[in-house]
């Protein structure tokens, strides 16, 4: 009976554990999404494949795109022209294996016609 009492114990503790970590994590995206609809920076996120995933307000604004989530699945080689869509996708790959950040010195963007639809 005692061993009853203690799991359900750790089980109701592990429970509010959980949910206070959710409160947290419920805090931080709406932080981050307040972030990146009032920041006038363009801010983005991208996943391995270089595809977008989180776009900031003023990102989109720039792009000609009304709502950032027209944008999200989306690659540079879908935005630019391959003047500069390769050589960013060729960064970011070199940035994700190695881990080192580094800023090209001349930056180029071409864009191309983006229907926004």
């Known amino acids: 009976m005692a061993k009853k009492k203690a799991n359900k114990e750790d089980l109701e503790k592990k429970i509010e554990f959980l949910k206070e970590e959710n409160r947290e994590l419920k805090l931080d ?6 972030l ?3 920041i006038p920076e363009n801010i983005y996120f991208k996943d391995k494949e270089s595809r977008f995933v989180k776009i900031g307000k003023a990102f989109a604004d720039y792009m000609g795109f009304d709502d950032p989530n027209k944008i999200i ?3 540079d080689f879908d935005l630019f022209g391959e003047e500069h869509a390769r050589p960013a996708y060729e960064d970011e790959q070199k940035i994700m294996k190695t881990g080192n950040l580094y800023r090209r010195k001349k930056k180029k963007f071409i864009l191309m016609e983006v229907l926004n639809g």
């Open 73 to 75: 699945g989306k690659t």
């Open 29 to 34: 995206r709406s932080l981050l999404n307040s």
């Open 36 to 38: 990146l609809k009032y």
